[in-house]
């Protein structure tokens, strides 16, 4: 049989799927290039950059582009800085409060950075989720409850980590991600033809994933490699079996 002749869609699953990190480490560049809604200020607090001198009810929040997923995890340290009077401090994943904690003028061991007649405070905080395949974007929101000037009760963050744990592509048969969809994941086994739509006219899927298609009345019979999310292909029939790596 012609090379040109055989049908076939490889999907690649690259690791680690991290789909956005800031400020994991003494890059000072990094972490004042955040693109967090509010750019606060990049200052050592005991070894370690921080984002911070946020204060008040002000809201701290990043948009992100949710590619397919089984699961996503996020990560984050926070730090409570100076004269915190049980005061509160929350995180939001599209408009949904996922954690709140309120601290005090004890919490913590030790200063870590600005006023030193107090104690600091670093609380670590991860959470992992799954999202409907419709939403395709994750609002991640910090805010914090103080009711002092930002020298006197503040707050920052650093070692924030967005990543996939079993990455996917959902294939759909119509172009803008409409019509039937059918996901393959990370580790799924072979899927057979009849368990999938005939045709796809377009796929999501994330940055750390390789698709290869090739198909006869497909572009012209070359094999084509993605690495993005196509939102309107050429019409292409599923062979009868798909092998995923």
Known sequence: MPLGSISFIQILFLQPTI????CNDQNRNECENHGWSLPGEVFDCSGNLIIGNFGGT??????FDLPPHKFIKFSVTIYKLDSWDMESFEISVNNELVYTISQGNSDGSRNLCKHPSYIDNTIYYEKIMTFPNDVFELVIKFQSHLDQDVDDESWGFRDFRLQIFTPCVNFYTECNYQGEMIQICQGDQTIYQQKIPFEIRSFRTNSKTIVKIRGS???????QQYTSSQPC???FKF???????
């Open 19 to 22: 789909l956005y990190q800031t």
């Open 239 to 245: 062979p009868k079996v798909e092998y995923v790596q």
């Open 233 to 235: 292909l050429d019409s």
């Open 58 to 63: 002000k809201i701290v929040e990043k948009t």
């Open 217 to 223: 009345q497909f572009s012209s019979g070359n094999t």
